[in-house]
């Protein structure tokens, strides 16, 4: 009996290293990684903007061996924000990616073709989880931007201000016809005259003749 109670003892003793030897690991396990999502902010100014026009951006990965997210390529209708992510890390260290805007060639749109490059770096903590800390620069720049923004422009059509120049034509050919007008009247009035003189000189001549 003795030393069956022996070897019941030193099963659960056994177990219970296992156990606790499992524990932490899964624990670990669960720590041992971190995630990541980036932000972008498409801008566009100018006046009467079309609606339904889309914008894209790509991110790419620098660093090799870099996690990517799902979908390196995002797009939206119209300005506002799209995201790269989740992007999740299982080690630590610094990734860097670079993201531009996809442009095309429609009619009075000037796009940002300047891209960004975007430093994630993961660190672990003094209880032993992964964080990140992100950062954004201008490619060839050195300073940190305050966000990563796409600023397009749109140059709407000027409209063509004809009003003024349309009435002054008009009042030009008005004035002409006016004045054309009355001296038309005084040649049918000298026509007039000079029609009942002759008319006088004949009576009066045909008088004459008879006497």
Not at 20 to 42: F, K
Not at 179 to 204: E, F
Request: net charge positive; aromatic share 8%; proline share 4%.
């Amino acid at each position: 009996m003795k030393a069956k109670k022996r070897k019941v003892w030193q099963w659960a003793t056994l177990l219970f290293l296992l156990l606790g030897l499992l524990m932490p690991v899964r624990a670990e396990a669960a720590q041992n990684s971190c995630t990541v999502t980036i932000p972008v902010q498409i801008e566009v100014s100018g006046g009467h903007i079309p609606g339904g026009k889309t914008y894209m951006a790509t991110l790419s990965a620098v660093t090799k061996d870099a996690p990517l997210p799902a979908e390196t390529i995002r797009q939206r209708e119209g300005a506002g924000e799209l995201k790269f992510g989740p992007i999740t890390y299982t080690r630590t260290g610094e990734y860097q990616y670079r993201i531009s805007q996809n442009t095309d060639s429609a009619e009075r749109f000037t796009y940002d073709r300047e891209a960004y490059l975007v430093t994630v770096q993961v660190t672990r903590t003094e209880n032993g989880t992964l964080e990140t800390n992100l950062w954004a620069k201008r490619e060839g720049k050195t300073e940190k931007a305050d966000g990563i923004r796409f600023k397009n422009q749109y140059d709407a059509p000027k409209s063509q201000n004809s009003g003024s120049s349309g009435s002054g034509s008009h009042q030009s050919s008005v004035r002409p016809v006016q004045t054309g007008d009355a001296a038309n009247i005084a040649v049918w009035l000298l026509a007039a005259v000079l029609a009942a003189g002759v008319i006088v000189l004949i009576v009066i001549g045909k008088k004459n003749r008879n006497p």
